[in-house]
């Protein structure tokens, strides 16, 4: 792997490459493409950092690991391609944001108009093999995107981040609240915790309310 697939990313993470995990992290990354089924695409790999540049972030929403199913993942947390059916957890992120901004919810589950606004939709895990949730999260990614977050966090301008679930909650560590941040949290969309804190939780609107705070426009959601 080469930081220049991140775009002006690059300098903000060029010293990742200096760390002991990363030459192992790049040898099981490509070995993983060439010898199994792995998503998302290889092009797609940093779709994320190349849509949304450290300069545009507003808002980040972070993911765990990408879709393992066929057809699903495209490099943006939560995000899948036009046309696809929309995965359990998006369907209620949606249900969500309709009852939230009292608007008729998106038919496509395409993300990238997020994306281009400067929602930052980062995956913790960037890779993962077919049809097996979670299998590439022993190879160092975690390291990784925890010193994007990092990045993210030392930027100048403000950021809402959101939060969704435990393993996202405990990256919370690594923002300064302090700065111009907003930082919400809750359980995760999934049909298993939805109902337990995650609707009724209005994110999207009150993302909208600090960036006017900060003298930002609001996202489109």
């Not at 192992?24 to 940093?46: G, I, K």
């Not at 281009?116 to 895990?125: H, I, P």
Request: glycine share 6%.
């Amino acid at each position: 792997m080469d930081l220049k697939e991140t775009g002006s990313w690059a300098p903000f993470l060029s010293c990742e490459t200096e760390q002991p995990y990363w030459p192992d992290l790049c040898r099981r990354v490509e070995a993983a493409y060439e010898t199994a089924a792995v998503y998302p695409p290889r092009e797609d790999l940093f779709a994320a950092f190349r849509l949304t540049p450290p300069e545009q972030v507003r808002v980040v929403i972070l993911g765990q690991d990408p879709y393992h199913e066929p057809g699903q993942a495209m490099g943006l947390s939560f995000s899948v391609p036009e046309g696809t059916a929309l995965p359990k957890s998006l369907r209620n992120i949606y249900q969500e944001l309709s009852a939230d901004l009292e608007q008729a919810p998106p038919e496509s589950g395409n993300l990238t108009a997020w994306a281009r606004q400067g929602v930052f939709l980062l995956n913790s895990v960037l890779t993962v093999e077919a049809h097996r949730a979670g299998s590439h999260r022993s190879f160092g990614w975690e390291k990784f995107t925890d010193a994007v977050i990092s990045a993210t966090n030392a930027l100048p301008q403000p950021i809402a981040f959101l939060l969704w679930g435990n393993y996202a909650i405990r990256k919370a560590a690594l923002i300064d609240t302090a700065a111009p941040r907003l930082v919400l949290t809750s359980v995760h969309p999934s049909p298993l915790s939805a109902y337990r804190g995650f609707f009724g939780s209005r994110p999207f609107s009150k993302i909208n309310e600090f960036l006017l705070e900060q003298g930002q426009a609001p996202v489109n959601w």
